[in-house]
Each structure stands twice: as C-alpha cells, then as structure tokens.
C-alpha cells in the first residue's frame, strides 16, 4: 500500500496594512520595509513585549518599565527599578509612533527600532540578560515554537525573529486620536481656554515640539543644570563631540499628561512646573544651550495654565487603553 506523501502547508501570514493618520507626514524610512507587518508577527512582538523570560529573573519584561496607562512610559517613577534592585540612569520614555523616530533613546544612540531591545536586554541594571539565554528559554517553552512558525513560515527561534516581532508590535504603536486630532478633524472644538493654550503652545513652544508628532526628534540642550548622581551629558555620550554636551532628545508632547515625572532624568514630577523651567529656571551660562531659550520663554500666569489645559487635550485615551495593545 502506497504511503500518502505529507504536502506542506503553504506559508499565509495575515497581512497588516500601517496605517499613516490623515494629514500626517509619511515616515522618513519604512520600518517594516524588510520586516513585513502580518497579524501573527504583531501577536508574537506582543507576547515578547510582556515576556518576563525576556528578562534573567524573569521579573522585568519590556512592559514592567512601558505601562501602558502611561502611554508605555513608566509611572510616577524618575527612574525604573531593574534587575537586583538596580536602577535606570535615565527616565523611561512614553513608547508611540516610533515609526516615525530614526534614532531612539534620550541619546539617539540607537538608529533602528529593531535593534532597540538588545540595550535594555542586555544592560545589567535593567533586565540583565544575555540573547543566547533568552532564545534558549524560548525554545524551551511550547507556546513559541507555533507562534515563531505562525509568524515566520517554521519554528526556528532566533535573535533576528524576535526582534523583527517586537518591532511589528511596538511600530505599531499609533497615537493619534487625542481631543486634539479629532479638533483637527473637525470633530469636536476646544474649549476657550484650550485653545488660547493652543495659541500660546504655537507661539512658544512648536518650533521643537513641531506638529502632528509634537517632537522634531532634534537633541537640544535646555538649560537644564547636571544631575550631580547622574553626570549624564547627553548626545555627547555617543558622539564624543563636545558641541553635543548636555543635548537631549526633543520627546513628544502626546500624551504628556501621562508621562509624568518628566526631563530626561525624570527630575520634574508636575506638568505646570516643566513650564515653570522654561519661564524661570534655564542654565543660561551653558556653551551648548539651545539659542531659541537664551532669554527663556517669557509667559504670564493666565497663558501658562492654559497652556496646560491645552497639553491635555493631547491625552489619547484610545491608545492609552486599547485591548490591542494590553497583556492578557
């Protein structure tokens, strides 16, 4: 009796489109150019994104410093606890519309999102891990193998797969239907005061924190005085270029009012006291300051207040509590 040849399935990942929000700018690069969006790929990056295992006791997933209540940032705290009872030397940053960022970190020391999880995985005060270990722990859990094959055409587990994943999850990432957008839209209206701290917002502070994103992804340096624990300078850290002493990333203004505390070091727990710093506390004695903060920003009590009831229509609470995005 002639034995029935097994045929291998066809290899049929569900497609994702990304979708660029209405009036938006299209991504400098296409992230998912060499990385092709599907579903199975998507649910594989988030089950990475909350897989302890990711992590070498098991106790700091990517999620325990990116909540996603707080638009991925981590939650009233300046710095993440990380493995040992160690700390982060910098403040966790709100993760959303990272398609749209062509270096990552306060630093830009990172160039590509896919390549992105291998600083935290590996660093000893955050999850203190090493790839071969993670890849082996993978392996040896039954749920992977399936979902690697579901999302890559067979079951090999490796670095560049689970990267490639949990770039799917986190580029997909959009924040764009705050209050905000949908007045764009013409949905809905400001209230009299939002829009007088839209106004202000336009007049003072767009020039960095540039529309729709609300970040030009620039490094500038804002005056902020030297964490004397940290000695943090900054972009000069990965250029060696004293022109970049003290310079930060310019981060986004979406979802602010979530972030909290704020500053590269987390030093600023208060919204209304991140633009008291501009009115009155920039460093102006230093070489690599921001020309545009030379004088400070000059505001009134009336205009700062509403500049905040304004920075709060930039809350999306879609994003903030969408199940896509959420662990089991």
């Not at 935290?120 to 039954?142: C, F």
């Not at 250029?239 to 203004?253: E, G, I, M, R, Y």
């Not at 709060?312 to 903030?320: C, G, I, K, P, R």
Request: aromatic letters at 10%; hydrophobic letters at 40%.
């Amino acid at each position: 009796m002639a034995v029935k040849k097994e045929v291998d399935q066809p290899f049929t990942p569900t497609p994702l489109a990304f979708k660029i929000p209405n009036g938006w700018p299209a991504p400098s690069t296409n992230i998912f150019a060499n990385n092709p969006l599907t579903e199975e790929g998507f649910q594989l990056g988030k089950k990475l994104f909350y897989e302890g295992k990711l992590s070498k006791d098991g106790n700091f997933p990517c999620a325990s410093c990116h909540q996603q209540f707080a638009a991925f940032a981590t939650s009233d705290h300046d710095l993440s606890h990380g493995f040992n009872n160690s700390f982060t030397t910098r403040n966790a940053p709100g993760l959303f519309n990272l398609a749209w960022m062509t270096q990552m970190h306060w630093d830009g020391g990172i160039s590509h999102i896919e390549v992105q999880p291998l600083a935290p995985i590996t660093a000893p005060n955050e999850m203190a891990e090493n790839i071969e270990n993670v890849l082996n722990k993978l392996k040896n859990d039954a749920a992977y193998p399936p979902m690697f094959a579901a999302a890559f055409g067979d079951a090999q587990i490796n670095s560049q797969r689970m990267l490639k994943a949990l770039a799917q999850f986190m580029g997909s990432m959009v924040s764009a239907n705050a209050k905000y957008d949908k007045v764009m839209r013409g949905e809905t209206a400001f209230t009299i005061s939002e829009q007088n701290g839209y106004n202000t917002f336009k007049q003072k502070c767009a020039s960095c924190h540039t529309e729709p994103l609300f970040t030009d992804n620039s490094f500038r340096n804002n005056g902020l005085a030297v964490n004397n624990q940290l000695h943090d300078f900054g972009r000069m850290m990965i250029t060696n270029n004293t022109a970049d002493s003290l310079k930060f990333k310019v981060p986004s203004l979406r979802n602010v009012q979530r972030t909290f505390p704020y500053m590269h070091d987390g030093r600023v727990l208060v919204l209304s006291q991140a633009i008291e710093h501009y009115r009155t506390g920039i460093q102006k004695n230093q070489p690599t300051l921001d020309p545009l903060l030379a004088n400070g920003i000059s505001m009134t009590d009336n205009e700062k207040f509403e500049l905040v009831l304004f920075l709060n229509t930039l809350t999306d609470t879609e994003f903030l509590n969408n199940a896509r995005f959420a662990g089991q």
